[in-house]
T-cell receptor, first 113, second 111 residues
Framework: DAGVIQSPRHEVTEMGQEVTLRCKPI?????LFWYRQTMMRGLELLIY????????DSGMPEDRFSAKMPNASFSTLKIQPSEPRDSAVYFC???????????FGPGTRLTVT | SQQGEEDPQALSIQEGENATMNCSYK?????LQWYRQNSGRGLVHLIL?????REKHSGRLRVTLDTSKKSSSLLITASRAADTASYFC???????????FGTGTRLKVLA
C-alpha cells in the first residue's frame, strides 16, 4: 500500500482565495482525521470521520473551514476565504477500526500571503 | 485542550547516549501512544501502552506508564543520529477514537 496520500504537498495562495486540500486514506481504513500543525499551537485535530461520516468537527476553527468525505477513498479540506493565519502544515491520517495506530500522510504545507 | 505535554521541549545528546522524554496528561486514559516526526514528514507511530501495563519494550524503545501520576516516559537507548526527530505522546480525548497530541520533544542526536 502507498500509505496515506495528500495533495498538493505545497500550496501558496493569496489571502481571500479558496484552498482545497486532498487526502486519500489507506484502503480499508475506517477512520480519517485532519490535523493542523503550527509552531505556536502544535498539532491540532480539526475533524474526524468514521465510515465517511463526520463524527467530531469541534476542532474546526471557523466556518471558513469545511471538510467532506464523499467516499471511503477520498476526503477534502476546504478553506474559503483563506487568511494568512491559516498558514500551517495540514496532515491527514487514517486508521483501521479496532486499532489505535494512526497512519499519517506527508502533509500539505499551506502558505497564505 | 492538550492531553499530553512533553518534557523537555528540546534535548541534545551524543550518539550512543540514552534519551529520555516525559509526557504528562490530564485525564484518565485507557492507553497512550508515542509518535515520531522527522523534519518535514508526517508522524509515525512508535508504540502504544495500555493502562494496565507499566512498561513496554520495542527494540531500543522503552515506554513506561504511571497512571497514578498521569505520566509516561519514552526511553531511547544507544541513540543514533537517525533518531533525530520530534517525539509526541498522544492520549485519547473525549470519544474513543479522538487522540490529542502533546507539544512534542525535539531530540537532536549528535554524531
Amino acid at each position: 500500500d502507498a500509505g496515506v496520500i495528500q495533495s498538493p504537498r505545497h500550496e501558496v495562495t493569496e489571502m481571500g482565495q479558496e484552498v482545497t486540500l486532498r487526502c486519500k486514506p489507506i484502503s480499508g481504513h475506517d477512520y480519517l482525521f485532519w490535523y493542523r500543525q503550527t509552531m505556536m499551537r502544535g498539532l491540532e485535530l480539526l475533524i474526524y470521520f468514521n465510515n465517511n461520516v463526520p463524527i467530531d468537527d469541534s476542532g474546526m476553527p471557523e466556518d471558513r473551514f469545511s471538510a467532506k468525505m464523499p467516499n471511503a477513498s477520498f476526503s477534502t479540506l476546504k478553506i474559503q476565504p483563506s487568511e494568512p493565519r491559516d498558514s500551517a502544515v495540514y496532515f491527514c491520517a487514517s486508521r483501521h477500526r479496532g486499532t489505535h495506530e494512526q497512519y499519517f500522510g506527508p502533509g500539505t504545507r499551506l502558505t497564505v500571503t | 485542550s492538550q492531553q499530553g505535554e512533553e518534557d523537555p521541549q528540546a534535548l541534545s545528546i551524543q550518539e550512543g547516549e540514552n534519551a529520555t522524554m516525559n509526557c504528562s496528561y490530564k485525564t484518565s486514559i485507557n492507553n497512550l501512544q508515542w509518535y515520531r516526526q522527522n523534519s518535514g514528514r508526517g508522524l509515525v507511530h512508535l508504540i502504544l501502552i495500555r493502562s494496565n501495563e507499566r512498561e513496554k519494550h520495542s527494540g531500543r524503545l522503552r515506554v513506561t506508564l504511571d497512571t497514578s501520576k498521569k505520566s509516561s516516559s519514552l526511553l531511547i537507548t544507544a541513540s543514533r543520529a537517525a533518531d533525530t526527530a520530534s517525539y509526541f505522546c498522544a492520549g485519547p480525548g473525549s470519544g474513543t477514537y479522538k487522540y490529542i497530541f502533546g507539544t512534542g520533544t525535539r531530540l537532536k542526536v549528535l554524531a
